[in-house]
């Protein structure tokens, strides 16, 4: 099973940036979708962000589409959360998620590994 880490959260004002990084234990990503979840207290575990094996197509959730950015080196095993216009809203445990010969992973059904999950806590 892939092993994800993820890294790079923390306590941000409003407007603030912050980016997420996850690596991951598989040597070879070419034939991974790899994406961002996020969940809050009481709510579901919501889609952030994805982008396909080949890095040429990504998915963006509404709420973030605009101010967040996906990104992955394969050669560094590393996808990245870019995070900019940070929003009170946006506070929540940030997971990163994989599946194989995916072309989007937009749904948590189709995630196959989970990233431990870093906090990301926006103040007003």
């Known amino acids: 099973q892939v092993q994800l880490i993820e890294s790079g959260g923390g306590l941000v004002p409003a407007g603030g940036s912050l980016r997420l990084s996850c690596v991951a234990s598989?040597?070879?990503?070419?034939?991974?979708?790899m994406g961002w979840f996020r969940q809050s207290p009481g709510l579901e575990r919501e889609f952030v962000a994805s982008?396909?094996?080949?890095?040429?197509?990504?998915d963006y959730g509404d709420s973030v589409k605009g101010r967040f950015s996906i990104s992955r080196d394969d050669a560094t095993k590393t996808i990245y959360l870019q995070m900019d216009n940070l929003k009170s809203e946006d506070t929540a445990v940030y997971y990163c998620a994989s599946a194989p010969l995916v072309n989007r992973l937009t749904r948590a059904e189709s995630v196959r590994s989970w990233g431990r999950g870093t906090q990301v806590t926006v103040s007003s």
């Open positions: 982008i396909d094996w080949s890095g040429r197509n990504t």
């Open positions: 598989q040597p070879i990503l070419s034939a991974y979708t």
